[in-house]
Structures are given as C-alpha cells and as structure tokens.
Nanobody, 126 residues
C-alpha cells in the first residue's frame, strides 16, 4: 500500500499559477499509475491529469490541456502538477491517487485507484 500526501494548494488570482506536489511513501511510484483528480462541492470527482504505469505516457482532461503539466521525480517518489493560467472554474479540492494495477484505459476512472491522499484546496478568484 502506498501513502500519499498532497501539498501546494492555496488561493490565487485568475491567470496565476500553482504547483501541487504529491509525496508517496510505502511503495515506489515507479510501478504505479498516478492520477490527479479534483472535486468541487456538489460535483463528481473528475480526472485532471495522469501518468500511465510505465510513466511513459501522460494524459490530460481537455479542460486543462495546455495549461497544466504533470511530472514525476522517482528519486523523490513524488508527482507534481504545475497549473498555469488558472481559471475560477479550476477551483476545487485536488487529490492525488495511485494504483499498481490501473491500466491505461481506466486511468481516468477514480474508482480504479486504491490509494488516495487527503487532498489540497485550490481556490482561484476572478
């Protein structure tokens, strides 16, 4: 089992940037698919960005493509999400998730991930 801790959330004006980090312990992320998800009050948890299990491919939601970048540092066992050109609609609680058995076709499905962090709040003001 891998334990995940997110950090880096906060309040930012529209057009600004934030960098979220997800630090893993217990298992290496080298063999895990990793996803960033977000959830706003009253809405379902939605996929934002993710790495395939091999780490060779990255995937993004259409709503963040070109603005967000996911990256990983295996030496530090961390995954980051660089968020630029933030919009008020990006306001949500952001979660990091990981799973050793998540196949690429299921990468966007939150139910496929067994391990989750506690989340970090992102608020974008207009």
């Amino acid at each position: 089992q891998v334990q995940l801790v997110e950090s880096g959330g906060g309040l930012v004006q529209a057009g600004g940037s934030l960098r979220l980090s997800c630090e893993a312990s217990g298992r290496t992320l080298r063999t895990h698919a990793v996803g960033w998800f977000r959830q706003s009050p009253g809405k379902e948890r939605e996929f934002v960005a993710g790495f395939s299990r091999t780490g060779g491919y990255t995937y993004y939601a259409d709503s963040v493509k070109g603005r967000f970048t996911i990256s990983r540092d295996l030496a530090k066992n961390t995954v980051s999400l660089q968020m630029n050109s933030l919009k008020p609609e990006d306001t949500a609680k952001y979660y990091c998730a990981a799973g050793p058995g998540v196949i690429t076709s299921n990468l966007r499905n939150p139910a496929a991930y067994p391990n989750w962090g506690q989340g970090t709040e992102v608020t974008v003001s207009s």
